[in-house]
């Protein structure tokens, strides 16, 4: 018999089949041991059973009585003898599902043995929904759930001697089974007596004998392995965040993965801990649960947390552009002007350069992360790269400094990605990208093997723009050949021509309007699905105000083809006012697809917010002003000049008529005047400018000041560098402060800028940009203006040099007055002395905030003796920390070099501030004990109450906090007991550091 056929045999009759004469007995008890020994079992021909409960107890599996006795004549029950078949089975008795019987507890012993055998399909309970673990068991009810638990087979062929077993009971087919396979004899020959109960001795004598002749049972399940492999397979490769990203220690990308781990495996009591592997980016785990183990090598990425602040990647990525990454998204102003020429980066051209790459200008990614910039010539050689920290981030807070060698050797050659074409009916335009920039010059193009002209696209320097000399229809295909294609660096595609064939798209889809901005108080921008026909939108556009009036737009272009600027007449109103935006059926796309009738309403704000001035620059013969937003003329056209050398002050009067001295282009303000090279500053009386609102708000009086430099195009010379060298110092003499290299630069023509000498980025030393706080003097002859020869001195602070080299000092973009620059780099050998060398003490290196935000994390260069309060001074937004605001100072690791300093501070609480009630956590500035409104720095504001009293230099700082905005610390020499090493050296002094 099948074991199948049992299970739904048995669920239908066994809860009929109860013994009559049922009982509770006491419940045995353990009595597990080696050699178990009970008074009334013994080794004798009537006892049938004493081999098998001796086995089972020594098993664990069956239990005596505290008296010594077995009582194998007591008829067994019902929870007995399941966990005895549960046991010899090899049943998972913990891992089990909760069979619902009314009387079985989870806590009952035998609750896992009973669910395991209900689980299997070998016992179940009755109709009532109770299984009566207390009751006695049948001899008919044994032989199902041996025959079931043990898979016997039944053997129809067999005839039983039985009278009192016939094919018309339920238990025939167990019964037969049983006898086939030798398990019972009967109670007499004759007799099997089905409903009589089963013995404790009898019930064993049939599992010890099932267990002799049933095929090999498989070895208990172990759960705890099972446990195991379950926890590894739920283990996968996966990203983390953490601070510095890849760049991160060991120990913090190890902790960023154990947590991970941890979050992954939900199996019950199973340990994992996390190891490094020898392959970079992998991570050994190794799961414990018990005696079980097994190991699962995951591979990791790491990505940057929110408030990391750096560059993370410099590379040029083909001749004509360098990419530049940051660890977290950038404002576009801080690294761009407003003519997407870069700002506050510099490329200095090192040893190997060969072109200086000219102007600038770069595009920032969506995401505000990776920066392209596009050189107007190209990038070949060597170039120190340099970035400060007037870089923002978007989240707020200053982009660390950066320096970096880039290397820009471009031999590969272009390649086509694809070439497009759309058209409503026909065309003659095509667009072809490359994979890097491309030169349209010299190259010959043909469509369909007639001639066609190439331009470069002026968005996008990948692309050439191909118009042949006759239309194609829309939906053929067209063979594009191009000829002599090459990158900026020279190198021709391959083959050499190249073709590919463009279908032109059939677009006769209309355009949409996605979305529209309002801009200020009287200016729409409207962004649509397609690159749309600027000119189509004359006179198609307008607003239409509640009381009927209406106001016609005129169109500009606005941030690309997809986007159109609306402005109209300006409306004076308070607040604000609302307006229907009605844009006709028939203004098109750039292949001609007309849209339909558009119309959105739009609110347009008070715009009560003058325009600034930012920045003043000297550029081919006029002063050029930017302002904060887009601007008009003014009220007022008499602006002022001042000469700084000599305070010389000079009017301008802006004549705006034909742009005769004075035009005005989106924020910029371009004034036509000729003056000197020197220093000056530019007065712009209030109202010279207005903005574009409504209501148009003049600018206040301001002043900036600027540089001129003049061009002289007569002259054509480029300027020299001579005599890179310096004078090393005599072995064993302790270096100053700083060190020098000098060099002479001359033009006897239009003379040498001095600004040009005077910008440190034009300098490196060993392939490196030199070090913050380096300077420039200079000893001139000639005039300031055109000075011939200059005698340069160049200072490099001691405390920079971290090792004494001798190594190529390079000078480099320097110009004269014309604005020639030097025919290839000044370079020589120099030679600076490391001052560590005479000061080995240990340095304090680093500094960062602690994972709770209430410490700070100071790591020195080397072990030093125990740090005190009175060694450091650390200030919070500008503030210096009292000592008894330093709670604690403790050593995070064996080495004795890194240390976390705990910080407290004051808190008044349930205080007004800021239009509510809170907890101000503040710093003490005035040290009277109480908290003044006007004095005191705030560092958080937190909810009222979670502070019961005011307390004193007390209270946790969350470092963390918006309100915490700069935290320096500086090592300072305190005389009683100064920092020092173990071998007693002194530290290095008053250097600040910047954690925040």
Same mark, same amino acid.
């Given at each position: 018999m099948k074991k199948s056929s049992y299970q739904k045999l048995f669920k239908a009759t066994l809860a009929t089949t109860v013994a009559a004469g049922a009982f509770v007995a006491v419940a045995p008890v353990d009595t597990q041991a080696a050699n178990p020994t009970f008074s009334d079992v013994k080794d004798i021909p009537s006892h049938h059973f004493y081999e098998a409960v001796m086995d089972f107890t020594a098993r664990g599996m069956i239990s005596g009585y505290p008296d010594g006795t077995f009582k194998p004549g007591q008829s067994i029950t019902r929870q007995d003898a399941a966990k005895l078949l549960a046991l010899a089975l090899g049943l998972d008795t913990k891992n089990v599902q909760n069979p619902g019987f009314k009387d079985v507890s989870k806590t009952s012993p035998y609750y896992g043995h009973i669910a395991a055998l209900v689980e299997a399909g070998i016992i179940s309970g009755y109709e009532d929904n109770t299984f009566k673990p207390g009751a006695s068991l049948s001899r008919a009810q044994m032989a199902k759930m041996i025959v079931l638990g043990f898979e016997f087979e039944e053997k129809k062929s067999i005839k039983l001697p039985f009278s009192d077993i016939n094919d018309k009971q339920w238990h025939v087919e167990f019964v037969r089974a049983l006898y086939a396979n030798e398990i019972t004899t009967g109670t007499t020959p004759t007799k099997f007596s089905p409903n009589a109960l089963v013995t404790r001795g009898q019930m064993a004598s049939f599992v010890f004998r099932s267990e002799a002749i049933a095929a090999p049972k498989p070895e208990p399940v172990d759960v705890d392995k099972v446990a195991v492999e379950a926890a590894a397979g739920q283990l996968k490769a996966g990203t983390v965040t953490v601070s510095r990203g890849n760049d991160a220690t060991d120990a913090n990308k190890l902790a960023a993965v154990q947590t991970y781990v941890t979050s992954l495996i939900t199996e019950k009591g199973v340990e994992a801990k996390v190891a490094a592997s020898t392959t970079a980016g992998n991570y050994v785990v190794t799961l414990t649960k018990g005696e079980a183990k097994a190991d699962k090598t995951i591979a990791m990425t790491f990505d940057y947390a929110a408030d990391d602040r750096f560059v993370t990647e410099v590379k040029s990525i083909n001749a004509k552009q360098v990419e530049v990454k940051f660890a977290t998204p950038v404002t576009k102003t801080s690294v761009l002007d407003a003519s997407n020429e870069i700002r506050n980066m510099t490329f200095t051209m090192v040893t190997g350069a060969t072109v200086n790459p000219g102007q600038l200008k770069g595009s920032l990614s969506e995401d505000g992360k990776t920066l392209t910039i596009t050189a107007n010539w190209i990038f070949d050689g060597e170039y120190a790269f340099k970035s400060t920290d007037a870089i923002q981030t978007l989240a707020g807070g200053k982009v660390e400094e950066h320096t970096a060698i880039v290397k820009a050797n471009d031999k590969v050659a272009p390649k086509i990605v694809s070439g497009s074409a759309a058209a409503k009916t026909s065309t003659n335009s095509f667009s072809i990208l490359f994979d890097e920039p491309v030169n349209a010059a010299g190259v010959i193009a043909y469509v369909n093997n007639g001639a066609a002209t190439v331009t470069s696209n002026p968005s996008n320097p990948n692309r050439l723009e191909v118009t042949s000399s006759k239309q194609v229809t829309a939906g053929t295909t067209a063979t594009v050949k191009l000829q002599n294609v090459k990158d900026y660096n020279g190198n021709l595609t391959a083959p050499n021509p190249v073709e590919t064939a463009v279908t032109i798209s059939t677009d006769v889809v209309a355009p949409t309007a996605t979305h529209v901005n309002v801009i200020g108080e009287n200016r729409v921008e409207v962004t649509y699905d397609k690159n749309m026909n600027l000119s189509s939108f004359v006179g198609k556009a307008r607003l239409v105000y509640s009381n009927g009036t209406v106001t016609n737009l005129t169109a500009s272009a606005g941030a690309n083809e997809k986007t159109i600027v609306l402005t109209g007449t300006g409306v004076s109103f308070r607040d604000n006012y609302n307006a229907i935006l009605f844009i006709d059926a028939d203004v098109k796309d750039a292949v001609g697809n007309s849209t339909v009738l558009y119309s959105t309403s739009v609110t347009f704000s008070k715009d009560d917010i003058a325009p600034a001035l930012t920045a003043v620059e000297y550029k081919d013969g006029k002063i050029i002003a930017n302002f904060t937003e887009d601007i008009a003329a003014g009220r007022y056209t008499d602006v002022k000049v001042i000469d700084q050398r000599s305070g010389t002050e000079s009017s301008i009067y802006l004549n705006y008529y034909n742009a005769s001295n004075a035009v005005i282009v989106n924020n910029?303000?371009?004034?036509? @005047?000729?003056?000197?090279?020197?220093?000056?500053?530019?007065?712009?009386?209030?109202? +010279?400018? #207005?903005?574009?609102?409504?209501? &148009?708000? &003049?600018?206040?009086?301001?002043? *900036?000041?600027?540089? #001129? *430099?003049?061009?002289?195009?007569?002259?054509?010379?480029?300027?020299?560098?001579?005599?890179?060298?310096?004078?090393?110092?005599?072995?064993? /003499?302790?270096?100053?402060?700083? /060190?020098?290299?000098?060099?002479?630069?001359?033009?006897?023509?239009?003379?040498?800028?001095?600004?040009?000498?005077?910008?440190?980025?034009?300098?490196?030393?060993?392939?490196?940009?030199?070090?913050?706080?380096?300077?420039?003097?200079?000893?001139?002859?000639?005039?300031?203006?055109?000075?011939?020869?200059?005698? #340069?001195? #160049? @200072?490099? &602070?001691?405390?920079?040099?971290?090792?004494?080299?001798?190594?190529?000092?390079?000078?480099?973009? =320097?110009?004269?007055?014309?604005?020639?620059?030097?025919?290839?780099?000044?370079? !020589? *050998?120099? +030679?600076?002395?490391? !001052?560590?060398?005479?000061?080995? !003490? &240990?340095?304090?290196?680093?500094?960062?905030?602690?994972?709770?935000?209430?410490?700070?994390?100071?790591?020195?260069?080397?072990?030093?003796?125990?740090?005190?309060?009175?060694?450091?001074? =650390?200030?919070?937004?500008?503030?210096l920390l009292k000592t008894s605001s330093i709670a604690s100072i403790s050593r995070t690791n064996s080495n004795m070099d890194t240390f976390d300093v705990e910080i407290k501070a004051s808190v008044a609480n349930n205080t007004y501030y800021n239009k509510n009630y809170g907890d101000i956590i503040y710093l003490d500035i005035n040290n009277n004990g109480v908290y003044d409104e006007w004095r005191d720095e705030v560092l958080e504001v937190v909810g009222s109450g979670e502070y019961r009293f005011n307390e004193t230099d007390s209270v946790p700082v969350n470092l963390k906090s918006n309100y915490v905005t700069s935290v320096k610390v500086n090592l300072v020499r305190d005389n009683r007991s100064p920092v020092q090493n173990y071998q007693g050296t002194e530290a290095v002094f008053n250097k600040e550091i910047k954690v925040k």
């Open positions: 910029t303000l371009s004034i036509a @005047h000729s003056l000197p090279n020197g220093t000056y500053k530019l007065l712009l009386p209030a109202n +010279t400018v #207005v903005d574009k609102a409504g209501v &148009p708000n &003049p600018n206040a009086i301001a002043t *900036q000041p600027f540089s #001129v *430099q003049n061009s002289i195009t007569s002259d054509q010379t480029r300027p020299v560098v001579v005599g890179v060298t310096n004078t090393p110092l005599p072995n064993g /003499q302790v270096p100053s402060d700083f /060190q020098t290299a000098t060099y002479t630069a001359i033009d006897t023509d239009s003379g040498v800028s001095i600004a040009s000498l005077l910008d440190i980025n034009n300098y490196t030393w060993d392939g490196r940009s030199l070090p913050s706080n380096s300077y420039v003097t200079t000893a001139i002859t000639g005039a300031a203006d055109k000075a011939t020869s200059v005698a #340069v001195t #160049v @200072h490099v &602070p001691t405390t920079a040099i971290t090792t004494t080299k001798t190594a190529a000092f390079t000078v480099n973009n =320097i110009r004269d007055n014309a604005g020639n620059t030097l025919g290839s780099a000044g370079a !020589g *050998q120099v +030679t600076f002395v490391s !001052g560590s060398q005479y000061q080995n !003490g &240990p340095e304090l290196r680093y500094g960062d905030i602690t994972n709770n935000g209430t410490s700070v994390r100071l790591s020195f260069s080397e072990a030093i003796r125990p740090l005190e309060a009175e060694d450091l001074e =650390i200030r919070l937004n500008g503030y």
